[in-house]
């Protein structure tokens, strides 16, 4: 069978999704996340890597940022149109976090989390979204302990 004819049987085909719903690999497509969605949850984890560094949990801080790291890399694969932007922020802005918190530098961490949240709000107007300003909020995620294990 040649590829265009199992190309046309996939399109055809319906897979289930375990919750009463057949859906076609198109429509399997169309619903993957875009920046709408994955960019509260970015704003959740940003929250408790700022906390967990200002307690200097830097174990908790190192998986708080790796995790928010795929998020932006799942948003940059979503949705192309963002990606260079997402890849120069990760370089330019994320990078030094992660660097802090190897040094385990609370100074040089509070630094470099401004100097995030202010570009990333930088970003926001880039994309036409500047009445999008994020912030830390002003207590401690209350869903974890953040205090440094021994
Ligand atoms: C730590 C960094 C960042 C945080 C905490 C953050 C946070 C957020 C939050 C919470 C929203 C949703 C607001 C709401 O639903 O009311 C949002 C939206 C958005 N952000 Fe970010 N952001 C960050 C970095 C970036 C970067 C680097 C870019 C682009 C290069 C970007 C592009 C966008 C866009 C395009 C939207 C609107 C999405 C849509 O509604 O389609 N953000 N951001």
Redesign the pocket.
Same mark, same amino acid.
Do not use: E, N
């Given at each position: 069978m040649d590829e265009s004819k199992i190309k046309q049987l996939v399109e055809e085909m319906t897979f289930p999704n375990g919750k009463n719903r057949d859906m076609t690999i198109d429509e399997v497509a169309v619903i993957q996340p @875009?920046?709408?969605r994955i960019?509260?949850e *970015? @704003?959740a984890r940003?929250w408790k890597l700022y906390y967990a560094g200002k307690a200097e949990n830097w174990p908790n801080a190192m998986y708080q940022w790796k995790e928010?790291t795929k998020l932006?890399e799942l948003g940059a694969y979503t949705r192309p149109k /963002?990606e260079d932007? *997402?890849e120069e922020?990760l370089r330019d802005d &994320?990078a030094p976090v992660k660097k802090a918190i190897e040094n385990e530098n609370l100074d040089e961490f509070m630094k470099a989390m401004e100097q =995030?949240?202010d570009? =990333?709000n930088a &970003? /926001?107007e880039k994309?036409e979204?500047g009445y *999008?300003r &994020?912030k830390v909020p002003s207590e401690a995620p209350p869903d974890l302990d953040l205090t440094p294990r021994k």
């Open positions: @875009g920046l709408g960019m509260p *970015i @704003g940003t928010t932006f /963002h932007g *997402i922020y &994320w =995030a949240v570009s =990333a &970003w /926001h994309k979204k *999008i &994020w």
